[in-house]
């Protein structure tokens, strides 16, 4: 068959990223089932539901806010939105992340209380996984770290109910401290992926207006058989994941 690509060989639509996630069932400190809250620093991100119940907690400088999560919503939310997925019974979401490949280079920050955020060093210790969250090892320091980010996210939490926005913004200088080291590393992804995936149709577009379109000759079509890595412990839940841009 022509124009048939048996593995995907060009980024997804978009320049994004995709994977499917199961989110976490064990308790949290709080009584709540679920994940890990965290932000993306230059990441939205987007919820398909497929399966179970839940909710995705939010906070911003905005406020606290929970939104339901039912088979067939669609809920999304910009860099800086703190999150966290609570499970209320076999919940089953497919993300699309911007940016593929930033996510996996660590374009998140989880809410940790103040003092793991200090420096780069002290936070990467505090939640490293075995494997580095490799499928088929050990939950206990997945869900450790996940309660320790509860514990900060309801610090968090609290002082802005009550008015006090001085801690989210504290703890967003230190999202930005942490991840400052690695963002010359980052925008080298950004300019091969999603960046170059949008100028190109800039290009096309170019092409178009000149009434060319030599970008039709190299149409194809690219796939996944199948994720490459099931279960990897993610900070939300078990993930089923696609290679990265």
């Known amino acids: 068959m022509t124009g048939h690509r048996a593995a995907a060989s060009a980024p997804l639509p ?6 499917r996630l199961c989110v976490y069932d064990t308790v949290a400190p709080d009584g709540e089932i679920g994940g890990t809250p965290h932000l993306h620093l230059c990441c939205a991100e987007a919820y398909v539901v497929v ?16 939104t339901p999560l039912r088979p067939g919503a669609v809920v999304w939310f910009g860099p800086g939105t703190i999150h966290r997925l609570v499970n209320h019974g076999n919940l089953q979401i497919v993300v699309l992340m911007q940016n593929s490949g930033l996510p996996e280079a660590g374009d ?7 003092e793991h955020l200090t420096d780069p060093a002290g936070y990467a210790a505090a ?5 580095g ?12 770290r996940r309660d320790l980010a509860v514990r900060g996210f309801h610090r968090l939490r609290a002082a802005a109910s009550s008015g006090d926005l001085a801690p989210l913004r504290e703890f967003h200088s230190a999202a930005v401290r942490l ?21 190109e ?4 577009l170019d092409a178009l207006a000149r009434g060319e379109a030599p970008h039709l000759a190299d149409a194809a079509v690219h796939e996944f058989a199948g994720p490459h890595e099931r279960g990897r412990h993610g900070m939300c839940g078990l993930l089923d994941t696609y290679p990265a841009g």
């Open 108 to 114: 998140a920050v989880l809410t940790l209380p103040p």
């Open 133 to 144: 969250g490799a499928p088929g090892t050990d939950l206990t320091a997945a869900h450790a």
């Open 14 to 19: 978009g320049g994004v990223g995709v994977s």
């Open 127 to 131: 939640t490293a996984l075995p494997g």
């Open 51 to 66: 399966a179970g119940a839940g909710l995705v907690q939010t906070l911003t400088l905005d406020g606290y806010r929970e």
């Open 201 to 204: 149709t800039g290009r096309q």
């Open 179 to 199: 991840v400052r080291p690695f963002v010359d590393a980052w925008r080298e992804r950004w300019l091969r992926g999603a960046l170059d995936t949008a100028t």
